[in-house]
């Protein structure tokens, strides 16, 4: 089993930014593809962003530009970088993890973008 612990969410004004951290531990090999999935009220939960383990990176369209996913190995850790955050930047933050044909989930972190 592999547990995800998000952290860095929190309220910031339009404009601003935030870094997400995300920690793996347990029982940690071959992880592959890590991931920044959000989810706003009412809303499904949508992909933000991908890293592989080889460090190719893919946004979604919404976030070009203004969000950069990257990865510590050593650290078994992903994190998302947001700058010019929008109001409807404004989500519970999930990290995703692929190890081998298994994906794990964090528990998630608010990301709240209001004036």
């Known amino acids: 089993q592999v547990q995800l612990v998000e952290s860095g969410g929190g309220l910031v004004q339009p404009g601003g930014s935030l870094r997400l951290s995300c920690a793996a531990s347990?029982?940690?090999?071959?992880?592959?593809?890590m991931s920044w999935y959000r989810q706003a009220p009412g809303k499904q939960r949508e992909l933000v962003a991908t890293i592989t383990s080889t460090g190719s990176t893919n946004y979604a369209d919404s976030v070009k530009g203004r969000f950069t996913i990257s990865r510590d190995n050593a650290k078994n850790t992903v994190y998302l970088q947001m700058n010019s955050l929008k109001p409807e930047d404004t989500a519970v933050y999930y990290c995703n993890v692929k190890q081998v044909l298994n994906y794990y989930w964090g528990r998630g972190t608010q990301v709240t973008v209001s004036s």
């Open positions: 347990g029982s940690i090999f071959s992880i592959g593809a």
